[in-house]
Each structure stands twice: as C-alpha cells, then as structure tokens.
C-alpha cells in the first residue's frame, strides 16, 4: 500500500479514544477501523474534513505517501 494511514498516531497524541473520535465524525466503529488499518480503498473528503477537525490537525498528519518499495521501511 502506498499510503499509510496515521489516525492512531493523532489519537494518541491528543489523548481521545477511537470511541470518541467516531461519535465526532458521524461514522461507525467499523469503518473507522477499516480506515485506521488501511483496509480503506477511498474516503470522503468530507469525512476527512471532520476527522481533522476532530483532532485538529491537517489530513498530512494523518495520510503519508510511501511509495511500495520503502513501505516495509517505516514499520
């Protein structure tokens, strides 16, 4: 996958639950763990919208480009 996803990373850096961050989106549990696990083919760019706004960050902080023969590297 070329793009990571770092949502757990901003969970934890402003200390709210998964809980929390889904009941401020609007969106269900399982979709944000699909998301989170990138598992997710697309999203939203409304629901980006309100996943950064959540945790007050820009979607950088959130999604990484790598490409494919660097993605083992950052794990």
Known sequence: MAIMIHIDVMLAKRKMSVTELTEK???TM????????????A????????????LECQ???ILEYVPD???????
């Open 25 to 27: 989106v609007g969106i």
């Open 30 to 41: 399982a979709n944000l763990s699909i998301l989170k696990n990138g598992k997710a083919k």
């Open 43 to 54: 999203i939203r760019f409304s629901t980006l919208e309100k996943i950064c706004e959540a």
């Open 59 to 61: 979607p950088g902080d």
């Open 69 to 75: 023969d660097k993605e083992g590297e950052n794990t």
